[in-house]
């Protein structure tokens, strides 16, 4: 008989194992997964083939091995089928969001990210890509729109005069001026401006006076501490 010294084989095993499991907790974690689309005849839909994590983003039983397209359609919301199916191609990668059903009722959000792949004529093949879960950050965006949206119905209703500055430093860091990103319409008649007058102005360039007053060295403090 012969023996082997199959200790270097074991070590990389081992080391395949742990770096797997490190990418599987990585993709559990930031809710992404792994996906694959194959078109195996011309005349059947694409078949799936999913990682382990895609499942729970789309808070769908586990299946081994590859799924029939169908089961992937039938999540979608309806407004978002034809732009998941057809996502626009930018030399053959895409992206898209999309709308997928929850057990409970409503709807969660999916970002998918991938590239078409196409044979000798050309012709598309299949895609591969990840879907990553990006439903906390759409209700982010969405409480932000409709605080945008209270903000600007109570200054532009109001008849006190409301203004937002940012600091402009100068090449040591201290600050040498402010420059006008908000204005609303009282302010603007308060000061006698029109509408749209103050953005990208700055304020002792404009009101020199400020200086005078003590009033910029007041605003200087009020950033500063």
Known sequence: GVVFDITELRQAEQARAAAEKRLRLTREAAQFGLWESRIEQADAPPVLKWSPE?????????????????????????????????????????????????RAGGWRWIAARGRVERD??????????????????????????TSE??????????????????SVRDEAGSIADFRWIYAN??????????AGWFPGRQLLQEMPGNREEGLFHAYVQAVET
């Open 120 to 145: 000798d004529k050309g012709e598309i093949v299949g895609a591969v890509g990840i879907n990553i879960g990006i439903t906390e950050l759409k209700e982010t965006q969405e409480r932000l729109r």
């Open 54 to 102: 895609m499942f729970p983003l789309y808070e769908m039983e586990p299946v081994d091995g590859a799924m029939a397209n169908q089961a992937w359609l039938d999540c979608l919301h309806p407004d978002d089928v034809a732009g998941a199916l057809y996502p626009e191609l930018d030399d053959d990668s895409f992206r898209c969001e999309f709308r997928v059903r929850r």
């Open 149 to 166: 949206e209270r903000f600007r119905a109570i200054q532009e209703t109001s008849i006190d005069g409301f203004m937002v500055l940012e």
């Open 185 to 194: 319409a009282a302010a603007e008649r308060i000061v006698g401006k029109p």
